[in-house]
């Protein structure tokens, strides 16, 4: 019990990360998608590296899953977005392609993270 309870807090601030990410430069930008936005790959997509970097640190065990929340708290809040604005969701298989391309680094820095934690342990 006490496991599953300490792995709340690093899903939470995965998904937060991710969801913030996405909002935070939308809403900057003014743009419908993020990633449309030159912000997204200098604000947004950063955060999210460094998030997974961070948690992979803090919390190494299966370190790619904080990569996995954290893109996919990012796609569901995208598709949230579309259904509340216009409904449209027609791009989404694709956005889901482009989601699973960005996991790729963000797995890679939770797995530096959790190499960097295990050299610091040792």
Do not use: H, K
């Amino acid at each position: 019990m006490g496991r599953a309870i300490s792995n709340v807090v690093p899903v939470a601030i995965a998904a937060v990360a991710g969801i913030l990410a996405w909002d935070l430069v939308r809403l900057i930008g003014g743009r419908r998608e993020a990633w449309d936005d030159p912000n997204y790959w200098v604000i947004g997509y950063p955060l999210m590296l460094a998030t997974a970097f961070i948690l992979g640190l803090g919390f190494p065990e299966r370190p790619w899953r904080w990569a996995l929340v954290i893109v996919a708290a990012q796609a569901g809040w995208a598709l949230f977005l579309g259904l509340a604005t216009d409904g449209s969701v027609s791009l989404f298989p694709l956005g889901l392609a482009m989601f699973a391309v960005l996991a790729l680094p963000c797995v890679a820095a939770a797995y530096v993270g959790q190499w960097l934690a295990r050299r610091l342990a040792a």
